[in-house]
C-alpha cells in the first residue's frame, strides 16, 4: 500500500568514510503528487494518478480525501485511483485530525470553496524551517470572493462563489500559487495571478488540471492567468520526478567521492543546480532514462550560492548541498533567500568538524526580506575540513537528508534519531542507501 515507507522509530546508526556508488530510482515528485490529488476534489470523475511515491504527504492526503467521503485506491503499485463524487463538505473535527501533520490540507480550502462555498483554515505543519505563514493564501481567497470568519482560533471561509480576479502575491509563493489556481479554476471570469511561483512541481499541477478541462496560461513575467469554468473531468496523469530527491543523492556523490546513477532525473528540471554541481568539481552525464553523479577530480572547489524561486537555485537544494561545500577547498558563500531560518542544521555540522559561519547580513546580492532583520540567512563554509562521527538529532526534511550525507562523509559512527523526518520527502531511504553501499551500523 502507498504509505509513507516508515524508517520505524527513527533512531539510526551510521559508519562513514566510503564512497556510495550505484543506482536509486526517483519516483513523482513529494512537492507535486499532493497537490494533483487535492486537484481531484474538484471533480466528481474519476482521477487516476501515476508515478506515485511513498512519502508522508501523499498518505496525510489520501486519508483526507476518505475522511471527507471520497475514495482513494491503490490500484497498482504507484498508481492511486481517486473519486471525490461522494466528498463532503468538510467539518472542523475532521480537519484538526489532519492539524499539524502537513501543509497541504490548507490547499483543500479552493476545492472546498468552489464545491461547497465554505471551508475550514486548517493550522499547518511541514518543516520548521521559519514562521512560514499562510496570509498570502487567505489575501488570495479573500480577492476571490471568499469571507474570513476567525471566530476564537477557529477560522473559516465562506463564499456565494468564487469569483475571478486580479492577484499580486507579495513574493512568490509556491503554495500560495497553487491554492489561487486551485481555486480559481472554477470561479466565475477570469484570474491573473502576478508575480506568481513558476516551479515544475507547479506547471505540473497545471498539466494536470489542462487535462481535467481548465483553462491556464503562464505568461511572460511570471503572470498566470487561470480562465473559470463550469466544471472539470478526471484526470490520468503521471507525476513528475522529485529533482530535490535528485540533487540529494547528486551531493551525496560529490561528498563522498562516489558515483551514482539517479534513474528518472531529468536535466530540464536542475539545469540552475548542474550548473553549480559542475563549479564545484563535479560531473554528471545525462541520458534518456536519468543522470549518472559523480565527483570529477580529487578535490572538490568552493562557490557562492544564492537560493531563489525558480529557475534559481532551489532553497531545497542548499542543504545537501552544503555537506558537499565543507569537503571543497576554499571558502564558499551561502545566501538563504527563500527561508529566514534555513541553516539551523549547521550547528551540528560544526559539531562534526565543519566550519560555518552563518550571518544575519545578505551575503549577496538577490532581494532578500531577511536582511538586517536580525535572521541569520547567509553561512560562510571553509574547507575542506574532515568530519567525524556525532550525535544528532534531525530537525527537519533537508536538513535530515543532509545529516545523512554527512554522517557517509565523516569518518567514524554517527546515532541521528528523529529520521522518521526523512521519510516526509524520500521514499525507501533504507533500501537506497543500502544499494549504494552505505553502512548502517542499526536502525531501530
Ligand atoms: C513549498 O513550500 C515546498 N513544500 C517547500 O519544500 C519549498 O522549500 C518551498 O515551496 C519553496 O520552494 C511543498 O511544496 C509541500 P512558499 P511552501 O509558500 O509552499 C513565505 C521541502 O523540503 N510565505 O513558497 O510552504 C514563506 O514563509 C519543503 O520539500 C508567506 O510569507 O513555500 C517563505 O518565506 C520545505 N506567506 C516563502 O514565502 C504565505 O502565505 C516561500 O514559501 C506563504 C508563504
Known sequence: MIAATAVSTGRMILR?????????????????????MVAALLTGERCTLRNVAGVADV??????IRSLGGEVAEVEPGVLSICAANVRPMERAVLKT?????????????????????????SLGGCRIGTRPVDFHIRALQDLGA??????????????????????LDYPSVGATEQV???????????????????????????????????????????????????????????????????????????????IFVRNARQVDMMTFLNQFRKIGGDFAVTSDG???????????????????????????????????????????????????????????????AQIQIYRECLGRVPCRFGQRNYQHSAVIVGPTPLHGAEINIPDLRAGF???????????????????????????????????????????
Open 181 to 259: 489556481i486551485l481555486a480559481a479554476v472554477l470561479a466565475q471570469g477570469k484570474t491573473e495571478l502576478a508575480n506568481a511561483a513558476t516551479e515544475p512541481e507547479i506547471m505540473d499541477l497545471i498539466m494536470a488540471l489542462q487535462k481535467m478541462g481548465a483553462i491556464i496560461s503562464v505568461d511572460v513575467d511570471r503572470v498566470i492567468t487561470i480562465e473559470g469554468v463550469p466544471e472539470l473531468h478526471g484526470y490520468d496523469h503521471a507525476a513528475v520526478p522529485d529533482r530535490l530527491e535528485a540533487a540529494s543523492w547528486a551531493s551525496a556523490a560529490a561528498a563522498t567521492g562516489g558515483r
Open 291 to 353: 543522470i549518472a553523479f559523480w565527483r570529477r577530480e580529487a578535490g572538490l572547489h568552493s562557490t557562492v550560492i544564492e537560493t531563489d524561486v525558480h529557475p534559481g537555485f532551489m532553497t531545497d537544494w542548499q542543504q545537501p548541498f552544503v555537506i558537499a561545500l565543507t569537503q571543497a577547498s576554499g571558502v564558499s558563500i551561502v545566501h538563504e533567500t527563500v527561508y529566514e531560518e534555513r541553516f539551523g542544521y549547521v550547528e551540528a555540522l560544526n559539531r562534526m568538524g
Open 59 to 64: 498518505a496525510i492526503v489520501s486519508d483526507l
Open 402 to 444: 543532509s545529516y545523512v550525507i554527512a554522517a557517509l562523509t565523516a569518518e567514524g559512527e554517527s546515532t541521528l534519531t528523529n529520521t522518521n523526518l526523512i521519510q516526509r520527502g524520500y521514499e525507501n531511504l533504507i533500501p537506497k542507501l543500502h544499494a549504494l553501499g552505505a553502512e548502517i551500523v542499526s536502525t531501530e
Open 147 to 168: 469571507t474570513l470568519h476567525d471566530e476564537s482560533g477557529n477560522a473559516h471561509l465562506t463564499c456565494e462563489r468564487l469569483y475571478g480576479n486580479k492577484i499580486h
Open 98 to 122: 489532519f492539524s499539524g501533520k502537513s501543509r497541504i490540507p490548507i490547499l483543500a480550502c479552493g476545492p472546498m470553496l468552489a464545491r461547497f462555498r465554505e471551508s475550514p483554515v486548517p
Open 16 to 36: 562513514g568514510g566510503r564512497p556510495l556508488s550505484g543506482e536509486v530510482t526517483l519516483r513523482g515528485a513529494k512537492n507535486s503528487l499532493p497537490k494533483i
